[in-house]
Each structure stands twice: as C-alpha cells, then as structure tokens.
C-alpha cells in the first residue's frame, strides 16, 4: 500500500503544478481583459483578480484539509 499511496501523493503533486501554471495563464489573461475593458469607459472598474486568487487558495486549502482527514485513523492508539 506504501507504492499506492506514493503514486497518488505524486499524482497530487502533478495536478497542484498545473493548477498553478494554469493560476497563472488566467492572471495573466484576466490583466488583459481588464486592461481592455477599462480602455474604452470613463470610470474604472474592480479587477477580478483578487476573486479567482481568493477561490485557488481556497480550493487548495480545502483539498489538503480533505486529504489529511481522509488519512488521520479513525481511532487513538489504546496505551
């Protein structure tokens, strides 16, 4: 069960890298946007930057709190 546990441990880390390269493609995409909407207006306008960083760490957050409950035992050692 140690290799199971190593492969899902890597697969995890796998998808956490592309979740920040993908984090920051968006960023990047989401500057860009903004930048052209608040081109053509009299006023500006909030990014929503700030909103998609706030819900990635959350998401990620909420993953590792999972995944460590998921493997704490159920029941303490009786001494």
Do not use: E, Y
């Amino acid at each position: 069960m140690k290799i199971v546990s190593r492969i899902v441990v890597a697969l995890g880390l796998v998808a956490l890298v592309a979740s920040l390269l993908l984090l920051g493609k968006d960023v990047i995409d989401i500057n860009q946007l903004h930048a052209v909407a608040n081109a053509n207006r009299s006023t500006s306008f909030p990014t929503p930057l700030n909103n998609v960083l706030i819900t990635f760490v959350l998401a990620v957050l909420g993953g590792f709190l999972l995944g460590l409950g998921i493997t704490l035992p159920r029941r303490q050692a009786q001494v």
